[in-house]
């Protein structure tokens, strides 16, 4: 994997996937401080764009630093801008996932100027300060009575809900993250154990991280197009939250892609990128 350094030295990763000339979209993985090898090619998307798919420092196969408080989220914002110089690009689209949509409204409110088109994928809300309560989950959660799983993953997110979460409550709330929860999804959320920094989940959003003010107020008068795509189905970004993300930026489409969760890409390939590509274009 090509490699640039961060301002502080950490010695950063990214993936480069695809053969195209032009532009390239620069992805940013969610978790927080997840291995980003779980974007896998975002269904197919380098066949229309070129990739570059960043790894979080202590993530994937970026460094670890010397300072574990560069894993706060408004910090991490310099190592985004220092993969923008290192790629030479004067302007870049942007795609980020889940929690890395904070990493990127963040970036878009210190380097407006430098994002072209934003697409903001089943969106973290913690930036703009939009908070997800177990009603909006449950919400979303009552589409899915008739699986046959429906049962004991909605016992298990009551006992995640109340604080009295067993660990075994972690794994049997996993079918509510994707629109089917066949062998493919059951992977996914199998791999998922090796993929994360926990230590370094704790501090991107720690104290300080957000100022949920001054970034409203900087998303408010970005004329940037963006795109926010939420699941139908996604129990962790519920589409009528992220619709309250969407009406902050000026020049915002909100899609709602039918069946699918937290990671659209996996639930319908085709629909995912034909709606990412539409815009993109």
Same mark, same amino acid.
Do not use: K
């Given at each position: 994997?090509?490699?640039?350094?961060?301002?502080?030295?950490?010695?950063?990763?990214?993936?480069?996937?695809?053969?195209?000339?032009?532009?390239?979209?620069?992805?940013?993985?969610?978790?927080?401080?997840?291995?980003?090898?779980?974007?896998?090619?975002?269904?197919?998307?380098?066949?229309?764009?070129?990739?570059?798919?960043?790894?979080?420092?202590?993530?994937?196969?970026?460094?670890?630093?010397?300072?574990?408080?560069?894993?706060?989220?408004?910090?991490?914002?310099?190592?985004?801008?220092?993969?923008?110089?290192?790629?030479?690009?004067?302007?870049?689209?942007?795609?980020?996932?889940?929690?890395?949509?904070?990493?990127?409204?963040?970036?878009?409110?210190?380097?407006?100027?430098?994002?072209?088109?934003?697409?903001?994928?089943?969106?973290?809300?913690?930036?703009?300060?939009?908070?997800?309560?177990?009603?909006?989950?449950?919400?979303?959660?009552?589409?899915?009575? #008739?699986?046959?799983?429906?049962? *004991? =993953?909605? $016992? !298990?997110? @009551?006992?995640?809900?109340?604080?009295? +979460?067993?660990?075994? &409550?972690?794994?049997?709330?996993?079918?509510?993250?994707?629109?089917?929860?066949?062998?493919?999804?059951?992977?996914?959320?199998?791999?998922?154990?090796?993929?994360?920094?926990?230590?370094?989940?704790?501090?991107?959003?720690?104290?300080?991280?957000? #100022?949920?003010?001054?970034?409203? *107020? =900087?998303? $408010? !008068?970005? @004329?940037?197009?963006?795109?926010?795509? +939420?699941?139908?189905? &996604?129990?962790?970004?519920?589409?009528?939250?992220?619709?309250?993300?969407?009406?902050?930026?000026?020049?915002?489409?909100?899609?709602?892609?039918?069946?699918?969760?937290?990671?659209?890409?996996?639930?319908?390939?085709?629909?995912?990128?034909?709606?990412?590509?539409?815009?993109?274009?």
């Amino acid at each position: 994997m090509p490699t640039l350094m961060a301002p502080d030295g950490t010695e950063l990763a990214y993936r480069v996937l695809g053969e195209h000339t032009g532009a390239p979209l620069v992805c940013l993985p969610g978790g927080p401080m997840r291995d980003s090898v779980y974007l896998g090619d975002l269904g197919g998307l380098p066949a229309h764009r070129r990739l570059i798919v960043a790894d979080q420092r202590g993530a994937g196969l970026s460094a670890t630093p010397q300072d574990p408080a560069s894993y706060r989220c408004d910090r991490l914002v310099g190592d985004v801008e220092a993969l923008r110089g290192h790629l030479g690009l004067d302007r870049m689209d942007l795609l980020a996932h889940s929690a890395a949509a904070n990493l990127a409204v963040r970036y878009a409110e210190q380097y407006p100027h430098r994002v072209g088109r934003l697409v903001l994928v089943t969106p973290g809300t913690d930036a703009v300060g939009v908070d997800v309560n177990g009603d909006d989950r449950r919400e979303v959660a009552r589409l899915r009575t #008739d699986e046959p799983w429906y049962a *004991a =993953a909605s $016992a !298990a997110f @009551d006992a995640i809900d109340a604080g009295e +979460a067993a660990a075994d &409550d972690w794994v049997a709330v996993a079918p509510f993250l994707y629109g089917r929860w066949d062998g493919t999804a059951r992977a996914h959320r199998a791999a998922e154990e090796v993929q994360w920094n926990a230590a370094a989940a704790e501090v991107f959003g720690s104290q300080g991280a957000f #100022d949920p003010d001054a970034t409203r *107020a =900087a998303l $408010a !008068a970005l @004329d940037t197009p963006v795109l926010v795509l +939420a699941g139908e189905f &996604d129990l962790a970004s519920p589409p009528q939250v992220t619709a309250r993300l969407a009406a902050m930026f000026p020049r915002a489409e909100f899609v709602v892609q039918p069946g699918a969760g937290h990671y659209p890409w996996l639930d319908d390939a085709d629909r995912f990128v034909s709606t990412t590509v539409r815009f993109l274009n």
